[in-house]
């Protein structure tokens, strides 16, 4: 079954105390993307990457890093997380975009609960 | 102004109805539209895309219109199970990024 898994999926932790959100597909695609969602906000691009080992910064970068050694999997790191970085955190994945403007399907995790205290 | 609006809503609507909302957005250089499905905490998927010509899919028709900047979603026959956020995304021009809208959410009653 063609998937996006997201681990964990609920997770509470403390401020300060370095976490990691795994995120992997098996659909084998290039663009991988992790987004947050807040109440009135929508879904705010984090990281994106294009392809193995090319990753750029998406709107809200800050606090956050990612990592893409392997085409599948694309974690999520908070190094000293805090509490602004209680959210939903999705993970994405799609065929890459020829163009900028050729955005295929994105397909999504079924998301992380994050609270930080 | 945000690059992508939507109206919030909700919008109640009686079951059978006919529902439209439109998602307006700033960049005039935008290629790629689509329409998403939210439901409450799951993963966002995708409805339709948006086409220039507009097109169709069963009860769901999007449109696209370049000169005022919006994108419409019209919903015909509405049932209870399309109760949901929807979400207007649009490409920016500048990067390969998506930029979403806050959504609007729909809630059809019986």
């Known amino acids: 079954e063609a998937q996006v898994t997201q681990n964990p999926r609920y997770l509470i932790t403390v401020t300060g105390k370095k976490l990691t959100v795994t995120c992997s597909q098996n659909?084998?695609?290039?663009?991988m993307s992790w987004y947050r969602q807040d109440p009135g906000l929508g879904l705010r691009q984090i990281y994106y990457?294009?392809?193995?080992?090319?990753?750029d910064k998406g709107d809200v970068p800050e606090g956050y890093k990612v990592s893409r050694k392997e085409k599948r999997n694309f974690p999520l790191i908070l190094e000293s997380p805090s509490p602004n970085q209680t959210s939903l955190y999705f993970c994405?994945?799609?065929?890459?975009?020829?163009?900028?403007?050729?955005?295929?399907?994105?397909?999504f995790g079924p998301g992380t609960r994050l609270t930080v205290l | 102004r945000k690059e992508v609006e939507q109206d919030p809503g909700p919008f109640n609507v009686p079951e059978g109805a006919t529902v439209a909302f439109n998602c307006t957005y700033s960049n005039s250089a935008s290629q790629s539209f689509f329409w998403y499905r939210q439901d409450c905490r799951k993963e966002p998927k995708l409805l339709m895309s948006?086409?220039?010509?507009?097109n169709e899919d069963g009860r769901f028709t999007a449109q696209l219109n370049r000169a005022s900047q919006y994108i419409s979603l019209l919903i015909r026959d509405s049932k209870l199970s399309d109760s949901a956020t929807y979400l207007c995304?649009?490409?920016?021009?500048?990067?390969?990024?998506?930029?979403w809208g806050a959504g609007t959410k729909l809630i059809i009653k019986p």
């Open positions: 659909m084998n695609h290039e663009y």
């Open positions: 948006v086409y220039s010509s507009g």
């Open positions: 990457s294009m392809n193995v080992e090319v990753t």
């Open positions: 994405a994945s799609s065929l890459l975009p020829l163009v900028a403007g050729g955005f295929d399907t994105q397909y």
């Open positions: 995304v649009v490409n920016s021009d500048s990067n390969y990024q998506l930029i």
